[in-house]
């Protein structure tokens, strides 16, 4: 299995991650908190995504990363591939993302002589305190939206961006950086924007549990926010979600294709 994807995966997912961190953070409260957990989560995860799509392509057209510029693989492939990658790092992605929101949405500060004890003292303590509190069931809390959430738009992702690179590509050569990261920035937006409806409604199933449970499953949690505050909620954040997702997802590209040009 080629190992070289999951490699430039990694490195690509963490520097997109720098660069949209506070875009990140600004949409909850509390702009630099918990920079570097996110750093060592996202990596990871990205290396999950790029790794599955491509050995998923791979087993799909019998194509590598090298040979696909010269015989490029079907739209349905490229979709199949970025659903599958998004599934698996879904699964990867539910407890650091958990962590994440848990910690951004809490109002105390982290620490500061004489203030109240906040409830998570850091990533750590947060994930130890919800495996104890909660449970190991606790720690994916909201996992099964969060799937939702990712399977279809990481596929819609990765046409985007292969859509748009053909577009302005003569056949058979490499995108230039300039297309590399205008439909990097835009497959971001593209997926962001289909991923949003879900990514409230996966946010608040984290929040759930909190005090006191108060939806019964995604879809309960669906009609309830609609019915409470009406259509609109599934757009929230959809402007700051795309204006984070164009440079993130530019970098992560851009980096992703060099890195893997350069070994090879
Ligand atoms: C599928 N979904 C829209 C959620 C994410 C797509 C882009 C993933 C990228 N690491 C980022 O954080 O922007």
Not at 34 to 59: E, H, K
Request: glycine share 10%.
């Amino acid at each position: 299995m080629p190992v070289e994807e999951f490699v430039a995966g990694w490195i690509s997912g963490a520097l997109g991650l720098v660069l949209g961190h506070p875009f990140d953070t600004v949409k909850l409260l509390g702009f630099f908190k918990g920079m570097s957990f996110p750093i060592a989560s996202i990596a990871v995860v990205n290396s999950v995504l790029f790794g599955v799509y491509s050995n998923t392509l791979l087993v799909l057209t019998a194509t590598s990363h090298q040979e696909r510029r010269a015989q490029p693989p079907s739209y349905t492939h490229i979709f199949l591939a970025g659903c599958t990658g998004g599934f698996l790092q879904a699964y990867c992605l539910a407890p650091f993302d958990l962590i994440k929101v848990r910690l951004q949405n809490q109002t105390e500060p982290m620490a500061q002589p004489g203030s109240p004890q906040p409830q998570y003292r850091g990533p750590v303590h947060c994930a130890a305190s919800i495996f104890r509190e909660e449970g190991y069931r606790g720690l994916f809390r909201g996992a099964w939206a969060l799937m939702l959430r990712d399977t279809p738009t990481m596929g819609i992702y990765f046409i985007t961006y292969e859509g748009l690179c053909r577009q302005y590509t003569p056949e058979g050569q490499n995108p230039s950086s300039a297309t590399v990261l205008v439909a990097g920035g835009f497959a971001g937006i593209a997926s962001w924007v289909a991923a949003t409806p879900l990514d409230v409604i996966k946010s608040r199933m984290q929040m759930d549990g909190l005090r006191r449970r108060v939806y019964q499953g995604v879809l309960d949690c669906m009609v309830s926010s609609v019915r409470q505050e009406g259509l609109g909620v599934f757009f929230r954040g959809v402007t700051i979600n795309s204006a984070r997702a164009f440079p993130v997802n530019a970098v992560t590209f851009l980096s992703y294709e060099y890195l893997l040009r350069w070994w090879g």
